[in-house]
C-alpha cells in the first residue's frame, strides 16, 4: 500500500525542524554512513549523524506527531518505529534504486527492528527544488511522489525505489522504518480500509448492530494476524 499522510507536521514544525537543520553544522555526514552493501554504490546525499544530539531532538519531535495522527496509526499499526533520520540532497545528488534492509539495528539501545514498511516525510516544498521524486515501484509500475512540506508517504519496505537527481535547489526529508503489528502489506491494507469504512460508518450513523459486527470482525482479524 502506497499511501499519503497529509499534515504529520504543522508549517509551524516544519519551519522549526528546518531551521535547526540548518544550523546543524557538523552534524551533517555523508549518507554512505548508514548505507548497506546494496545501496552504497548508489546514495549520494547527506544526512545528520543519528547518534548526534539533534537528530535525537527531532526526531521526538516527528515521534510525538505520529503518536497523534490517526490516518498513520491505522494504517501503519505500528509496533515499533525505528528513530527517524533526516537526509539532504542538493543539485547533482541522488539514490539510485534500491531495497531497504530488512532488519535494522538501533545504534545505542541494542533493538532490532523488521522493517515492514518505508517512510519519507517532505520537510522542502516542491517548488523549492526540482528532480528529487521518490519512486517507488510496484506490480502497478513506477509512482513518482513528491509532497508539500509536511506530508509523509508510507510504503512496503520490499518496494524497490530510488530518489530522482536534484537539478536545482535543495531537499530536506526525514525518513524512517516501521515494524508492524502486521507484517503482511495485504493484511495491513485490508484492515486499513475496513477501519475508514466503520469510520464512514460513524459518522453517518448508520445501522449500529451492523457497526457492531464490523467492529468486532476488524478486531478478531488484527487478533489473528497481528504479533506483539
Not at 507536521?9 to 548497506?36: E, M
Not at 501503519?76 to 539514490?95: C, D, Q, S, T
Not at 527544488?129 to 520490499?158: N, R, S
Request: charged share 20%; glycine share 8%; net charge negative.
Amino acid at each position: 500500500m502506497l499511501l499519503q499522510i497529509p499534515n504529520v507536521l504543522s508549517a509551524d514544525q516544519v519551519r522549526w525542524v528546518r531551521a535547526k537543520l540548518d544550523a546543524a553544522g557538523d552534524a551533517w555526514v555523508d549518507g554512505l554512513a548508514t548505507a548497506g552493501y546494496q545501496g552504497a554504490p548508489v546514495k549520494q546525499n547527506q544526512q545528520i549523524d543519528e547518534r548526534s544530539p539533534i537528530a535525537h531532538e527531532l526526531g521526538d519531535v516527528v515521534l510525538g506527531a505520529l503518536e497523534r495522527h490517526p490516518r498513520f496509526i491505522s494504517a501503519a499499526l505500528p509496533n515499533k518505529v525505528y528513530a527517524p533520520m533526516f537526509n539532504r540532497y542538493g543539485e547533482g545528488m541522488h539514490f539510485g534504486n534500491h531495497v531497504d534492509g530488512a532488519i535494522r539495528l538501533q545504534p545505542g539501545s541494542g533493538m532490532r527492528i523488521r522493517t515492514d514498511i518505508s517512510a519519507t516525510l517532505f520537510l522542502a516544498s516542491p517548488d523549492e527544488y526540482d528532480g528529487g521524486e521518490l519512486v517507488i515501484e510496484d506490480q502497478y509500475g513506477a509512482h513518482a511522489v513528491k509532497l508539500a512540506a509536511g506530508d509523509m508517504a508510507l510504503y512496503p519496505a520490499t518496494s524497490l525505489h530510488r530518489v530522482n537527481p536534484i537539478t536545482r535547489g535543495v531537499r530536506v526529508g526525514c525518513f524512517f522504518w516501521v515494524q508492524s503489528l502486521v507484517r503482511d502489506d495485504t493484511q495491513r491494507t485490508l484492515l486499513f480500509d475496513m477501519d475508514n469504512a466503520i469510520q464512514r460508518l460513524n459518522s453517518t450513523d448508520a445501522d449500529e448492530t451492523a457497526r457492531r459486527t464490523l467492529v468486532g470482525c476488524y478486531h478478531n482479524l488484527l487478533r489473528i494476524w497481528s504479533e506483539t
